[in-house]
């Protein structure tokens, strides 16, 4: 069993930068696929960030690319998403995920994830 808890979300202006961060609980963190997914209203959830156990192999959506870092502390059970450059398109709630090594699921989709945060709102003002 993962459980997961986001913070560092809040109301930036575009062109500003907000540092997301999910703790983990439970065993499996250090060996766990994590990734971040966002929500906007009405939207369904969509892909933004996912990083390997080590911590060197890292994907992006196109849309996030270049403005976006995934990163993971395995020591403090943390995962990170630094984001640069936002943009009002940004907004959503932001929810970490974790993968167990049997999921088969492409691990850029919700299906991916067995475990979820309870998320975290990103609002960015234009």
């Known amino acids: 069993q993962v459980q997961l808890v986001e913070s560092g979300g809040g109301l930036v202006q575009a062109g500003g930068s907000l540092r997301l961060s999910c703790e983990a609980s439970?065993?499996?963190?250090?060996?766990?696929?994590m990734g971040w997914f966002r929500q906007a209203p009405g939207k369904e959830r969509e892909f933004v960030a996912t990083?390997?156990?080590?911590?060197?192999?890292?994907n992006y959506a196109d849309s996030v690319k270049g403005r976006f870092t995934i990163s993971r502390d395995n020591d403090k059970n943390t995962v990170y998403l630094q984001m640069n450059s936002l943009k009002p398109e940004d907004t959503a709630v932001y929810y970490c995920?974790?993968?167990?090594?049997?999921?088969?699921?492409?691990?850029?989709?919700?299906?991916?994830?067995?475990?979820w945060g309870q998320g975290t709102q990103v609002t960015v003002s234009s």
């Open positions: 439970g065993r499996t963190f250090s060996s766990s696929r």
């Open positions: 990083v390997n156990w080590s911590g060197f192999s890292t």
């Open positions: 995920a974790a993968r167990l090594a049997a999921n088969v699921a492409a691990w850029t989709t919700p299906g991916g994830y067995n475990y």
